[in-house]
């Protein structure tokens, strides 16, 4: 079980007390072990969060949209961070207009992201195809069925289709057989977007894998319509258990959720030219909701983990994944009372959001954006899949070239520079090309602060302190860290400054695998900094040494933590404090209540 599964159980508690204020501003979060070390920036905008973070993997420096639930708990809480607020005076209009450019912005690099895979997916067909020989194109959303015909399958009943429909869906069926075969034989010219600016909207790419897949995926729904096979139970989680069990009433509104699912695919199919994806997401959904309702319990498909991760990973101890589950029982609840409100498509996307966390929470992955359903697999209808052959050389070649010139491009146009390019100078540089002199229409909303390196705004702090004189902010929050709202409460001077402040006698702060060892907290204390660093340092240089003799037993691990250890309690001889601690095993009913209850503090 993994720590960045965790945000999700505490959206439960906060969701009556929060404030219904609709503040947009900066974020500054403060300095912690681990990524974004020297501190971290952001922009609220009120539920909503935007930041940056880089991934080592595709070498993108990834912009961030979350809610602010998340953010907070996960900076907060997780990562111990005291954030600070620097909120803007600001009209209706003008939120509307930031909010919707930095949506563009963000979908943006999300449409140059998915182009990417899209090119990288087409060039490694070509290098399986190496000998020009055919073989099936794995496709998303079909794994979740078997090629075992389904006799027995509700399909039929639920439809009811008239002779005249299944001649409809016959004659569709074909067509998208000849569609397929014409793609086939015909030279697909991909045109790819421009990379020079994150602004400018683009287009989504189509390639010859594109293509055929969307053929595909039409012709399967109405071969399944026609001749159901049995799905593959594997690709579906049975929760059983109270807090999963359905109530004759919760059964009433899936039936008529699934009359309503039912009906919409009916119209796809037959009157109307949905997309592969519509029609193959309704289809799903018919057959969990209608599994739900004949035993009773809460179904749903699996999805494959592979989101963006930025947050640590760690394993859940035993316990604590005990008082999780507890938590989620909650949460179920809840979260069936709202998804029973009323047939929508954004009560499902919500519905099976909320589902895929619970499975994340399950299984190691991180949930995937989007609506699809993505587990991979072949075509069960075997005679009618259309089978994939390159033959052409230089077609091969085109395609490598593509790729490899779209990669360049946007790792060029989204990329990373601990000075010229970081999370705080990003965020100005983008704020201040989308909103020259800090204007919105003729409301100037703040005072622009240069990304230069010269100005040192690349220091998160250094920017803080600017920001908090800014002209624009209207006013400065803190949102205290998690260990920081545990002291405040603590009355006891002897508990407060010193038994917290020394980890073997603190009772709030517990070891944790992401944390290295040290003895003492400085974050609350100046004077006496240095000494305390020096004992951090010395403790650190002990561990490594022990890792030393330990590096062929752990392979390394403990003089890896040794020298983190080393490195964080350096600053410390100087007055310089960034080391907080982490707290990924906290249950919800450790929070304090003024977490959820206060703006400010």
Partial sequence: MFLFLLTYLFLFFPLHSQSNSNPYGFLYIDSNSGQSSGGHSALRFGDRVYHLQYSFEDKIFHIIRESWVDFRFQYGVVQNRNIEFYEWEISDLAKHTLRQKWNELYLVQQTHIQNQKKLEEEWETSELNVDGHRFSLPISGFGYFTNIPDPHSPIPKLFSFSKKEKDILKSSSIHWKETAKKIHLTKTEVSLPDTDSPYRLIHSIQTKRDLLTNAEKKRFIRNYLLDPVLVYESAFFHLNGSEFRLSEQEIKVWRSYLTGLVHDLRYCVLESECNDWEEMTLLIRILYTQKSIAEGIIVFPKKNLDGFQYLPVVELPDSVLATKQEEYAKLFTLQKKIFASGYDSIQFFNWESFLVRYQSFLEQGVPPEGIEFNWVGYNPYKENSQNLVISD????????????????????????????????????????????????????????????????????????????????????????????????????????????????TSKIYKQNPIDHPFLFFTEETVWNRPLLGLANTIYGVGYTGMGILSAPFDKGSRFSKGTESVFYSLPELVFFNIRKGHFPFIAAEEIPKEYYLKESL
């Fill in 393 to 504: 050389e230089a077609e091969k070649q085109t395609r490598l070239k593509n790729y490899e010139s779209y990669t360049n491009g946007i790792q060029n146009l989204y990329a990373y520079h601990l000075t010229h390019q970081n999370c705080t100078t990003e965020l100005f540089r983008y704020m201040n090309e989308m909103f020259p002199e800090g204007q919105i229409g003729n409301e100037t909303f703040w005072d622009p602060l240069s990304s230069t390196v010269s100005s040192l705004n690349f220091i998160p702090s250094v920017a803080a302190l600017k920001l908090g004189s800014n002209s624009g902010t209207k006013q400065r929050k803190l949102y205290p860290s998690y260990r920081n709202l545990k002291r405040k409460k603590i009355a006891n001077f002897t508990e407060k400054h010193f038994k917290e402040s020394f980890v073997p």
